[in-house]
């Protein structure tokens, strides 16, 4: 179908203002526009029970934590959630209308990560800061007054592919993990996609971006073979956690995230894809402009609550 009516609105205020390409800004620049538009687009936080933060050592020095709480009693489910941002853009705040939304919609509590980020830290710097708190997470659950035994990851963008990447190393040295939800992950560096040749409007998201991106994460081209950057180059993905993904039909990562879903589910991973018609990448995050976003999160709520065994609480 066409680009939905609201995002193309969305894309022509774009044109219009002939706004410049985040690829094309200095660093800080792109990293104050990234964090201001996605406010923007967001609309009004939700509310949620409680907003507590955290720093907590990690691999390459202390990491800030956001743990946002459900209203319910006794030890809750949890996701930790990676931000997105290329690894290049973004903090905790990046996520934060995201994170209340499913804290809510999922009744779990949600813990935001502030991993180190690229180019001043490559792979797999924020790979290990990633892993790293959700380890910490289960080692501190009755502090935190979380339920050790359902934990899932998620994230989107860059924050998608921090969290299959997660599940990857978590399958081989811990902790076990319940879910992953993948909210239109790169999974693969360098992919020759139909979506990716085709995506290539200035006014959004495209292959300059992703490519951008992925120079800002990885010292090295070769980097790029390890499945902890491309999650779909890993050998084996059996004995993975069951996982949501999620892609949008206008979005450069579209043909590698469904792809990826293919592989988990011909590994035997139990796998749930939608694709969003008419949407573009971002569209996640988009709250007070598209009603699609709701749609979203509700779908990925109703997949949490049956991970962690909550549908009917």
Known sequence: MPLDPQFERYRERRAERRVTPLYEMTLQQARDEDLRSIRDAAGVPEAVAAVEERVVPGPGGELALRVYRPG????????????????????????????????NAAGCATVAVGYRLAPEHKFPAAVDDCHATVRWVVAYA????????????????????????????????GPLLVHQLLVYPNTEYGSDTESMRDNTDRYLFNRESVAWYWNNYLADPADGADPLASPMRAADHSGLPPATIITAEYDPLRDEGERYAARLSDAGVP?????????AHGFFAMFGELPAAAEAVSLAATRLRAAFGTEGA
Do not use: K, Q
Not at 145 to 150: E, K, L, V, Y
């Open 142 to 173: 009755a502090e935190l007054g979380i339920d050790p035994d359902r934990v899932a990851v998620g994230g989107d963008s860059a924050g998608g592919n921090l969290a299959a990447a997660v599940a990857l190393a978590a399958r081989e040295s």
């Open 72 to 103: 319910a009693a006794g030890p809750s489910p949890v996701l930790v959630y990676f931000f997105g941002g290329g690894w290049t853009l973004g903090t905790i705040d990046t996520a934060d209308a995201i994170c209340r939304r499913l804290t």
């Open 271 to 279: 796998t749930h894809l939608t694709r969003f018609p008419g949407m």
